[in-house]
Nanobody, 116 residues
């Protein structure tokens, strides 16, 4: 069984930065994709960025050029560096692991609040 634990959320002023971490425990299937999603109050959960086991990345248009996803396989940790934060980035951010052809797992979420 895999567990995902997010950390690094908090309150920051517009224009500031935060780095989220997603630490995975347990045995992870070698073919996988790790996603960051976010959900703002009253809105649907949306994909923010993803990174494959091979290191390929993709971003939502709303965060391109501001957010960077990376992974440290030795530490079983994925990071989301968020720069130039905007009030509209305020949301609960979730880490999601998709094991290709296997299972998927969600973290508990971490709150990010950006004040104007």
């Amino acid at each position: 069984q895999v567990q995902l634990v997010e950390s690094g959320g908090g309150l920051v002023q517009a224009g500031g930065s935060l780095r989220l971490s997603c630490a995975a425990s347990g045995t992870i299937f070698s073919l996988n994709v790790i996603n960051w999603y976010r959900q703002a109050p009253g809105k649907q959960r949306e994909a923010v960025a993803h990174i494959t086991n091979g290191g390929s990345t993709s971003y939502a248009d709303s965060v391109k050029g501001r957010f960077t996803i990376s992974r440290d396989n030795a530490k079983s940790t994925v990071y989301l560096q968020m720069n130039s934060l905007k009030p509209e980035d305020t949301a609960v951010y979730y880490c999601h692991l998709l094991e290709i052809g296997q299972r998927e797992y969600w973290g508990q979420g971490t709150q990010v609040t950006v004040s104007s």
